[in-house]
């Protein structure tokens, strides 16, 4: 008998416990059934990268000057650059540039530092290939601007979830004029600026 009620109550105590644990994940579901969807239905729908997106670099051939810098400041010298120097002119001729993203970690470091902004970032991202080789892109593939998300009609260009109105959880149906909850850098800087010609003004009629 007394092993009886033992079983009973073993039995009993186990299924209370399994009643808590599938509470504890219905929990979780629930407190996700409240949050922004993070599903993006690729490659019918993209994703509108932000203004300061490291993708792709752009390389502008006419506008390099084979200075190498951005090998120098590359954290693993990665670009190639093949030049010559012309004797008429008395300076530097490119001939071959080229950049393996396979390797490249986009730090932006080239970007940053080339003196005739001929390196730029683009909003390309999807470089996936089945020939790692194929990342290997010269000047010329590098010199090809990428096809924005929001000028392809076959895709549904659609806001980074940080860039969406205040209150809405949905990127879906967002007008194109309607403002995120945030600031944009560009409309930060700006808003800096008018904040200090205010307090210009206000020291100046003080005076």
């Known amino acids: 008998m007394f092993k009886f009620l ?8 186990n299924s209370v416990q399994a009643i808590q644990y599938i509470g504890q994940g219905l929990s979780v579901t629930f407190d996700h059934m409240n949050r922004r969807p993070i599903t993006v239905q690729y490659p019918y729908e993209k994703l509108i990268p932000s203004e300061r997106f490291r ?9 390099c000057i ?20 012309d004797q ?16 490249c970690i986009f730090c932006g470091n080239c970007v940053e530092f080339c ?18 080789h194929e990342l290997n892109l010269d000047n010329v593939a590098m010199g090809r601007l990428p096809y924005k998300v929001t000028d392809d009609p076959m895709v549904t260009p659609l806001r980074e979830l940080v860039y969406l109105p205040k209150g809405s959880l949905d990127p879906h149906g967002i007008p194109v004029d309607a403002h995120r909850a945030g600031l944009f850098p560009v409309e930060i800087l700006e808003q800096a600026g008018e904040d200090s010609k205010d307090v210009n003004h206000e020291s100046i009629s003080n005076v």
Do not use: A, M
Request: hydrophobic share 30%.
């Open 55 to 63: 993708g792709r670099i752009h390389f502008e051939f006419d506008k």
């Open 66 to 85: 084979s200075c190498e810098v951005c090998v120098r400041v590359c954290p693993i010298n990665l670009p190639v650059v093949d030049w010559e120097f």
């Open 6 to 13: 033992q079983h009973i109550g073993d039995y009993v105590q």
């Open 88 to 103: 008429e002119t008395k300076k530097k001729k490119l001939n071959h540039y080229s950049i393996d993203f396979g390797v």
């Open 115 to 132: 003196p005739t902004n001929c390196i730029s970032f683009t909003e390309e991202y999807d470089l996936c290939t089945y020939d790692r």
